[in-house]
């Protein structure tokens, strides 16, 4: 069915930017909202940002201010801009889809949301 695949993950120093893109490919049966998570090993994923319904964009407290999701209406692809990039920034960042867009947009850190990346890996330096 659909598939998710991300980019634009790389290691920067704190204070620096990334932007990841998370481009879906496959058949589109119903219309599907999408966000971004994080995890480091060992631990439960976080969500980091994700769109409601109408478009709004939503954010992790802990990203606020720094991170801006949007996405491209004509190719659905999901964009996550990081700016200032701190430490505890580093994880390995997925994006994920769902045809339920009110949970998505919540971020939980535990639902089994339909469509999942690969993930690309941020790593920010002191």
């Known amino acids: 069915r659909i598939q998710l695949v991300e980019s634009g993950g790389g290691s920067v120093q704190a204070g620096g930017s990334l932007r990841l893109s998370c481009v879906p490919s496959g058949p589109t049966l119903s219309k599907y909202c999408m966000g971004w998570f994080r995890q480091l090993p060992g631990k439960e994923r976080e969500g980091v940002a994700a769109?409601?319904?109408?478009?709004?964009?939503r954010y992790a407290d802990a990203v606020k201010g720094r991170f801006t999701i949007s996405q491209d209406n004509t190719t659905n692809t999901l964009y996550l801009q990081m700016d200032s990039l701190m430490p505890e920034d580093t994880a390995m960042y997925h994006c994920?889809?769902?045809?339920?867009?009110?949970?998505?947009?919540?971020?939980?850190?535990?639902?089994?949301?339909?469509?999942w990346g690969q993930g690309t890996q941020v790593t920010v330096s002191s």
């Open positions: 994920a889809g769902d045809h339920d867009c009110v949970t998505i947009a919540t971020m939980s850190s535990t639902y089994p949301f339909n469509y």
């Open positions: 769109l409601d319904k109408d478009g709004t964009p």
